[in-house]
């Protein structure tokens, strides 16, 4: 008979046999067996978070970053009610999370124990799936189920709930299986059919757009080479969706930058007067899509995605795809390889017109600001960071708000996994942890997450963990002491009544990183801005940045919720040559 | 303008009436998992009835009844196959004459047995089952279409009807096929 293990030894041998490198995590009553068990697997480093909510949002950053699954370990009750919002975080931005909590012991549940709660009760609708141990022979089976189904399909989180009793019980550990797809669920189920479709639809087309997601980048990185290749192959132009960033390198020409509420005018331009519209791993988001009915109109839409629920989810479609990305973008090659290798030339002069008229879009450059000598703007701060970091394989994660979008749209990336950022929850507090696990995944490279001053309080207190790990993380704050999405909302929506959007009182974030053990550095006018960068680049220790920017700013272009995609806002310079009067002032 | 962030509904199209079937492991939870994915994504259920129908295999059989626009029931169905413990996912239009509907429902009448009596032949053509019987009162189980019975509850009232225990509606395929 073969040795017996506990529960705890369980949980490090399936972590051991998936690989894991790394745990994020807080430890607690419910999960003290676990953590007695740490010390005898070497191979396995435990990251010490200051909240739940920190652990979760790292290990988000280590997965997105690092293309492997982020694993976080909390305690019952507060422990994985703080794991929540990190847990809901990932499922709509579908990272990989394995989460493992600590739960009462079996004979109290139930029984409003001390630290009970329901947790796979609240977090059945935040998860893909989810398990209470409640036998220890299940134990192993359950941890590497969840492995599987975290990682397989759309990735997503799973939680695994072990009460202490199980914890400290005996059982024989078994090693992962491959098996037969999950309760007969597939993830490519297209044919060559659907792919002689698409390459029809696709040399019909005159007015052609490429519209590509997160589903790029999960997809791991060959899938960006692929696409880069399949750019190429048919000289259509490509817009991304916010998640999608850095699948296509962001100064290439054939790109047209972000879409959606914050994205270029050309983007959504073409994106609205497109006759075939190839939605590669996106969904159709309510920001992407701006008002349903006037979407796109006369586009023949396909759209290519792992998860079959995605399609006519918001958007009905000509031609679905189901599939993985990285796989259908192959077929596609292999075929216009076989049956029009002179595609791109051949096609050249049926889209020429398309791509005079994006030329002219163009030429409004939306995403100009008007810049000063007096003030940062905190556009102007983001493209100086762009500048000074370019080349240095930067990974950039950002908090939520109007910093996020400036960021979206002046920094520009050209590989995959660079950018972590919170699109579908749209977490405030999420980049200063994710950068955490990103410099934890990566430990020579350059991390950055570009923050705003409200959202980087929410989770100010994982500045110790990067101070105990020595993880050289870069918080750049661009403050404008204002919740700045909020008070652009409110400036152009609610008669710039500026309600409780002020923080009137805010910490000194110098000081803050000086208490911390880091290393704080303040820019307050353009001219030495580029000095502090450097200054910053230059520090081997976590840094706070504070970089004060203009308080007004907005963040332009914008689709007002609820136009079309050709009613957008643009800034304050096009404003001025055309002014908004009457009839278009009621429109804002 | 709206003054909202988030976008104004569109236009909704014709809500239609189905039956979906839902083949699950029978393990804790599960039951949440598929009423979860309806209340949390605002979709009907006009009924539902759930258990096990193989004790080998450990498969319960959910069947829902729902209402929705072809774009919702399509989510639905689509939704459900994605959660992990579904095997499979039938999905009946109401109409559709291939497929058996029924839903059980016990009445308790209670009276004098003239009244009882009247009762009870009422409800002879929907299969009616006499399973109890004292000499104030009756329970009778029938089985019939959901709106059969609505009408039966309502027209037993005024003969002693006091008490109205239903299921909600199961279905199968009319032949020999079944669904795959």
Request: charged content about 25%; proline content about 4%.
């Amino acid at each position: 008979m073969s040795k017996l293990s506990t529960g705890a030894e369980i949980v490090f041998k399936c972590l051991e046999d998936q690989n894991v490198e790394f745990i994020f995590g807080y430890p607690g009553g419910a999960v003290l067996p676990i953590y007695d068990e740490l010390k005898n697997h070497s191979s396995i480093k435990h990251i010490l978070v200051r909240h739940e909510q920190g652990a979760g949002h790292a290990a988000e950053g280590y997965a997105r970053s690092s293309g492997k699954p982020g694993v976080v370990l909390v305690t019952s009750g507060p422990g994985a009610t703080n794991v929540v919002t990190a847990l809901t975080d990932a499922y709509m931005d579908s990272i990989p999370l394995i989460c493992i909590s600590g739960q009462v012991p079996t004979h109290l549940i139930g029984t409003d124990a001390f630290q009970e709660c329901d947790t796979t009760g609240i977090t059945r609708p935040c998860t893909k799936h989810n398990w209470l141990v409640k036998d220890i022979k299940d134990l192993s089976k359950i941890i590497h189920e969840a492995f599987e189904v975290a990682t397989t399909g759309r990735p997503g989180p799973v939680l695994v709930d072990i009460p202490k009793d199980i914890q400290f019980q005996k059982a024989k550990y078994s090693k992962p299986k491959r098996k037969k797809k999950l309760n007969g669920k597939r993830h490519n189920n297209f044919n060559q059919k659907d792919i002689d479709e698409l390459i029809k639809l696709m040399s019909k087309a005159s007015k052609p757009i490429f519209y590509t997601g997160g589903g790029v980048i999960n997809s791991g990185p060959r899938a960006s080479v692929l696409l880069r290749e399949l750019v190429e192959a048919t000289g259509f132009p490509i817009t991304s969706t916010l998640q999608g960033l850095g699948s296509f390198p962001g100064d290439d020409n054939s790109f047209l930058g972000m879409l959606g509420m914050h994205g270029t005018y050309e983007a959504n331009n073409a994106m609205h007067d497109c006759d075939l519209m190839i939605n590669i791993g996106a969904r159709f988001d309510d920001r992407i899509t701006g008002k349903i009915d006037e979407f796109s109109p006369k586009s023949k839409k396909v759209h290519i995605d792992i998860d079959p629920s995605s399609i006519n989810k918001n958007v009905k479609v000509d031609l679905p795809i189901i599939g993985d990305v990285q796989d259908v973008i192959s077929s596609t090659l292999k075929t216009i390889k076989k049956a029009k290798p002179n595609f791109a030339n051949s096609n050249k002069q049926k889209i020429s017109k398309w791509w005079e008229q994006i030329q002219k879009w163009r030429e409004k450059k939306s995403l100009d600001y008007v810049n000063s000598t007096e003030t940062i703007k905190p556009q102007y701060a983001v493209q100086r960071l762009y500048e000074l970091t370019k080349g240095k394989d930067t990974y950039i994660t950002t908090e939520v708000g109007q910093h996020q979008m400036w960021a979206a749209q002046h920094y520009k990336f050209d590989k995959p996994n660079r950018w972590m950022t919170s699109g579908g929850l749209g977490t405030m507090g999420y980049g200063l942890p994710a950068a955490v696990g990103v410099q934890i995944a990566h430990p020579k490279k350059l991390v950055i997450d570009i923050a705003g001053e409200a959202s980087v309080l929410m989770t100010m207190q994982e500045m110790s963990t990067a101070v105990q790990y020595n993880l050289p993380i870069k918080i750049f704050i661009l403050n404008n002491e204002y919740m700045g999405m909020v008070r652009q909302w409110q400036e152009l929506l609610h008669d710039k009544n500026y309600s409780e959007s002020y923080t009137a009182a805010l910490p000194d974030f110098v000081k803050l990183a000086e208490a911390y053990g880091c290393v704080g550095i303040r820019a307050t006018n353009p001219n030495e801005l580029d000095d502090k960068i450097i200054e910053m680049l230059n520090t081997d220790r976590p840094v706070i940045f504070d970089c004060l920017v203009d308080k007004q700013e907005n963040c332009f272009p914008m689709i007002p919720s609820g136009k079309p995609h050709n009613q957008m806002l643009l800034g304050p310079k096009d404003q001025e040559q055309n002014k908004i009067t009457g009839k278009g002032k009621t429109l804002v | 303008m709206s003054k909202s962030a988030y976008s104004t509904p569109g236009k909704k199209g014709k809500f239609d009436k189905h039956i979906i079937v839902v083949w699950v492991d029978n393990e804790a939870g599960v039951l949440a998992r598929v009423v979860g994915l309806f209340s949390g994504r605002g979709y009907n259920i006009e009924s539902l009835a759930v258990a096990e129908v193989d004790a080998k295999l450990n498969i319960s059989r959910i069947t829902i009844v729902t209402t929705g626009t072809p774009q919702v029931i399509e989510q639905i169905k689509l939704q459900l196959r994605k959660l992990v413990p579904v095997h499979k996912v039938a999905d009946f239009k109401r109409e559709d004459k291939n497929v058996i509907f029924k839903e059980m429902a016990l009445f308790k009448l209670v009276g004098n047995i003239s009244k009882r009596k009247k009762a009870f032949n009422a409800c002879k053509k929907y299969n009616a089952v006499l399973l109890d019987k004292t000499n104030k009162s009756y329970v009778v189980q029938v089985t019939a279409l959901r709106r059969e019975i609505d009408i039966m509850s309502k027209n037993l009232k005024k003969l002693g009807l006091v008490s109205v225990s239903r299921t909600g509606a199961v279905a199968m395929t009319r032949g020999a096929e079944i669904f795959k």
